[in-house]
């Protein structure tokens, strides 16, 4: 083991996947090598308590620096990795140097997709993927000014809130149908749409932003129906894309991500991958998945690790979990929406209630709770043992109280 144990990416996943190898037995040097110029901070907080509060980067690190000096871990931080060579187990980076690996761990994450229309040099103009975003977003809001948000997924609809909160005047512009249509059902999405209207947001549906207008600073967005919305703050959020270009240049397998097995061994037994580049067929769905969860993330990284010290742990019958807070609630969901055929469920805005149940063939596969995390543990339970369950057990576990 003379040769460093390589980590490239300043994720979560790359954070637990340097602390999971030293505490499963790496006795070597350990390197995380991140373009970000902080040491792996929180990405939830970007888009809500960080855009709202007096933070700074050092208010949102997962980790303190003491904890990696104790581990004796390594950060080269605002440095790339240009280049894999797997034949000789090499890094180069952008800097000029070439570094020898002896395992090799990639945690490059997802990049947001951009659009045309946010190719010129208007200032206001956003997408929210790291710190340095969130800090030039910060800067624009202000009271009773008007911000666009382009995307009405997760990223999007947390970010309305932040800046609805703050006294700005909020327009999400959706060019789907609904809301968060690729992410949950249509009955949850109609219940976030009417919480966000209830706080003052305007939400345009099936709408495409086609120009932004202004000179040096963007003052509107022109829709492809002809409206133009005041803006003087534009927030882009359609998505992000897994980071795989370095994978693709070494010729490791991938299929939207960089693909994995239930130990999170990449096709090169040398090499793993944590987070959200990644993409393996999950156990339980029985069908390949990349999922953009933290959750997800920390639990490859202990896989990954074991992998690098030449253990076995399976990570593939996790259950998916994610979360989102927007306003009063903290939504919480478990599992995939995948080919549900019943759902059971109770709402009431009102009261910010929403507990919901959905199966395939009277097997739980996925639920979502606000506010109601008992809920949610007996739901993932529930899912991971795989059983149907009767009109006795659904209705406990929906009154399970807040």
Known sequence: MNAPCIIIGGSHAASQLSINVRQQGWTGRIMVISKESSLPYQHPPLSKSFLSEDKLVEDILLKPAEIYTKANIEFRLNVEVNNIDRERMEVTLNTGETLSYNKLALCTGASAIKIPLSDG???????????????KIKKGIKAKKNAVIIGGGFIGLETAAVLKQQGMNVTILEAQNSILQRAVSPEIAQYIMALHQENGVNIITSSMAETLEGT?????VRCASGTLIPAELVIIGIGVTPQTALAEQCKLATNNGISVNKYALTSDPNIVAAGDCTNYFHELYQRNVRLESIQNALEQSKSAAASIVDKNISFSRNVPRFWSDQYDIKLQICGLFDGYDEIEIEQDLEKRKLNALYFKKRTLVAAVAVNNPKLLMQAQAAIKAQISLN?????QILMLPN
């Open 216 to 220: 040096d600073s963007v003052t509107g």
């Open 121 to 135: 040099n208007l200032t206001g103009v956003h997408y929210l993927r790291n710190v340095n975003d969130a800090i």
């Open 391 to 395: 009109d006795e057990q659904i209705q």
